[in-house]
């Protein structure tokens, strides 16, 4: 008989959900005039770049399967269903069924926070910042104008919407595997 993945149902109850949106507020984004700052930038700048000459081709697919359809929900949703499926250690339908409410509260949550994040500090994407980076008053930031990003995203820059369903769900599949011995 294997471990039920039940035992991990406390992690899904009222008593860890969210209060509040704003429950788990960040510190926010790097001031614009920090080497922290300059640092990212210069990063996103050379590696973000629709047509960088920095980027490898496994970096550029790295980026573009991320992005992809339905996001990192999606995505989590895949791993969650290669989990359930393991011929080696099948979960049965309550598992099942509990695996799916349990990473999918879990995004659901996350990402409430995320998105009150982003527009609590509404905070530039790097298209503006690099194109008016004349503007950021750091001297180890040069503006252009013609700047344009790989891909692009219409919400503010951070926190990281993707981090933040990453870092929720991973745990959720990390308990199940441990659980079931999948994986």
């Known amino acids: 008989m294997k471990p ?3 035992s991990t149902s406390r992690a899904a109850s009222p008593d860890n959900s969210p209060q509040s949106s704003s429950q788990f ?6 001031a614009l005039t920090s080497t922290a700052y300059a640092a990212d930038f210069n990063e996103v700048k050379s590696l973000g770049s629709k ?8 970096q550029t697919y790295i980026a573009t399967f991320w992005q992809s359809a339905g996001g990192p929900a999606l995505l989590w949703n895949r791993v969650a269903r290669t989990l359930a499926d393991d011929p080696t250690h099948p979960l049965d339908v309550g598992d099942s069924a509990l695996l799916f409410a349990m990473l999918d509260l879990t995004t659901a949550d996350s990402s409430i926070s995320c998105w009150s994040e982003k527009y609590y500090w509404d ?5 503006g910042a690099i194109q008016r ?6 001297p180890a930031t040069e503006k252009d104008p013609s700047w344009a ?3 692009a995203a219409p919400y503010p820059e951070l926190p990281s919407g993707h ?6 769900s991973l745990p959720v599949l990390g308990r199940v595997r441990d659980a079931t011995g999948s994986g």
């Open 163 to 168: 981090l933040c369903i990453d870092g929720a």
């Open 4 to 6: 039920s993945t039940r």
């Open 149 to 151: 990003p790989l891909l």
């Open 123 to 127: 905070f530039w994407r790097p298209p």
């Open 133 to 138: 980076a004349d503007e950021d008053d750091n």
């Open 25 to 30: 507020r960040t510190d926010g984004p790097n």
């Open 51 to 58: 047509n960088s000459a920095t980027r490898t081709p496994e």
